[in-house]
Structures are given as C-alpha cells and as structure tokens.
Nanobody, 125 residues
Framework: VQLQASGGGLVQAGGSLRLSCAAS????????KAWFRQGPGKEREFVAA????????YYADSVKDRFTISADNAKNTVFLQMNNLTPEDTAVYYC???????????????????WGQGTQVTVSS
C-alpha cells in the first residue's frame, strides 16, 4: 500500500484543518487506519485510529473531542478533521495502515506497516 498525505499548512490557534491520506496499490477498506504525529524534538505519537471496517475509533486524550478520523472507501482515502487547533498540535502528521492490527495494538506504531510521507501542520498562537 502506498499512502500520500496532504492538507497540512499554517493555521491560527482555534482554527481547523482537514488532512487527507490517499491510498493506492490496494483497497484499504478492511484495514485499520491511523494518524500519528511527531512534534519538534518529540517521539512519534498516536493521534487517532479507525479499527478495520468495524467503524470503531480511538483517540489520544490530547485530541479527543477536537479531532475526527474517518474514511471514504469509495475514494480509498482516510481523513483527519482537526478543530480548535492549539500550538501544541504543531507536528508532522503521518497516516498509516495495517492489515494485521488487532484491537489491543491499534494505537501502537509497531502495528502499522504502511506509512505516508507526512504533512506539516503548524499552529500559530
């Protein structure tokens, strides 16, 4: 699976962005899909996941109630809607997919074997 992330940019605090991740090479409708992010000088951290085709979503506490992960199977694309952004959300955002993740590993980086190239999100105060 090849993943192409887009939609990042510069936004003021309180603003919104919608990230997209287009998949090619394989249909990902039955895959688990996730977004991770890596801020300056930080480890890559989990943001949100959509477990396989069951529709179950998971979020990091820091983004819960502000971010929404979704997928459009017809477009083979994953989205991350980000609202009420803060400077702490500044990071490179990566999409990832996995055909083998189980429920207990869906928030783990190690469960994902296909990664997009990352898209920069910068939130100014």
């Amino acid at each position: 699976v090849q993943l192409q992330a887009s939609g990042g940019g510069l936004v003021q605090a309180g603003g919104s962005l919608r990230l997209s991740c287009a998949a090619s090479g394989r249909t990902i409708s039955s895959y688990s899909k996730a977004w991770f992010r890596q801020g300056p000088g930080k480890e890559r951290e989990f943001v949100a996941a959509l477990f396989r085709s069951y529709g179950r979503t998971y979020y990091a506490d820091s983004v819960k109630d502000r971010f929404t992960i979704s997928a459009d199977n017809a477009k083979n694309t994953v989205f991350l809607q980000m609202n009420n952004l803060t400077p702490e959300d500044t990071a490179v955002y990566y999409c990832a997919t996995s055909g083998r993740a189980i429920l207990s590993t869906v928030t783990s980086r190690d469960a994902y074997d296909s990664w997009g190239q990352g898209t920069q999100v910068t939130v100014s105060s």
